[in-house]
């Protein structure tokens, strides 16, 4: 596997938020994957209505309103027809303390497989493997009976290559790190609204500073409305505005941004069924989205299905728990 084709594969690959940037524009593409079933299925949308163990990665100052210890975890295959090792993983943690607010932490990871070491004369020196992950520590409170705020703090390490001693030793690795900040405010019983800006933080750099690439640094605006919210019958609605912040440009035209679109119709409390739309104007990238989710308890397990022909059919499975 060729590592320059498949970093260039993944630069215009995995950031559906921001597909118009190019390679060289940003660096830690990797946080911009949606992480979760739930939110993918209902076209990568979660600003304003994500809960629980989820919320550091759409918007942590959903903390706020938490109520009990969570946990959530998501596998899957990413760019399975590119190979066969490559994968993501995330979880997730929060606690709820008291008269303080909720904690939280979480781990995006992502492995770019197994790559072949050559030196200048293409001699085969063996194999390592690359991957990016990124630990957010996570933190949110009501400031008012329906609005909460909430940060995350993240360290962000990306090991594209494994680099021997001498004058090249470690610029194959970069480490930095990243702020998020949001708020959201119920302004009705059925209708919450809610924005983030993620990724704020220093230039992520392999070799040194002027070489380095921004953050993919994205400004997440959103509303969820419960069009019905009865005991058997639920069907929510949610849209979400992404605008990238990284641009050489002074102002970036409004047709560069992307928009998300999701629906999710829940029957009891036991069977759900999402659909939703990824649209990028400037990409000319249209989306669909697919997914469902049983729960039993405080047990919940998600699924979303994407085609497009970036994304090849990935399948996304997330499992939560209470406490």
């Known amino acids: 596997m060729k590592k320059l084709s498949l970093l260039l594969l993944l630069a215009m690959c995995i950031a559906p938020a921001d597909r ?6 940003a660096g830690g593409l990797f946080l911009q994957i949606a992480p979760d079933a739930r939110s993918t299925a209902m076209g990568e949308t979660g600003v304003a209505y994500v809960q629980g163990a989820m919320s550091a990665a759409w918007n942590p100052s959903a903390l706020g309103f938490a109520e009990s210890p969570e946990f959530s975890g998501t596998y899957f295959k990413w760019l399975p027809f590119l190979a066969d090792d490559l994968y993501y993983l ?4 929060i606690h709820p303390i008291p008269g303080i607010g909720t904690i939280g932490i979480s781990l995006p990871y992502l492995s770019l497989g197994e790559q072949v070491r050559t030196n200048a004369n293409g001699d085969n020196l063996g194999t390592f493997n690359s991957f990016d992950v ?15 705020i909430g940060s995350n703090l993240k360290v962000i390490r990306s090991n594209l290559s494994n680099v021997g001693a001498g004058a090249e ?20 019983p059925r209708i919450t609204v809610a924005g983030v800006v993620q990724n704020l933080g220093p230039k992520i750099t392999f070799i040194d500073a002027d070489q380095g690439d921004p953050l993919p640094r994205n400004l997440k605006i959103g509303f969820a409305i419960k069009v019905l919210d009865g005991k058997f019958n639920r069907l929510m609605v949610a849209h979400d505005f992404n605008k990238s912040l990284v641009t050489k440009s002074t102002i970036r035209s409004i047709k560069e941004s992307v928009y998300n ?22 990409g000319n990238i249209t989306t669909p989205t697919f997914g469902g989710g049983l729960q039993w308890k405080l047990y919940r397990l998600d699924f979303s299905y994407t085609t497009s022909s970036t994304l090849q059919n990935i399948t996304k499975f997330s499992i939560s728990a209470g406490f």
């Open 20 to 25: 118009t940037l190019a390679v060289s524009e």
């Open 90 to 93: 995330y979880f997730s943690y």
């Open 134 to 148: 990124a630990l957010s520590l996570s933190y949110g409170a009501r400031l008012a009976k329906n609005l909460a």
């Open 169 to 188: 030793a470690g610029k194959g690795a970069a480490t930095t790190f990243a702020v998020d900040v949001g708020a959201t405010y119920r302004l009705h």
């Open 261 to 282: 679109t999701g629906i999710e119709y829940w029957y009891g409390n036991f069977i759900a069924l999402r659909t939703g739309l990824v649209h990028d104007p400037a």
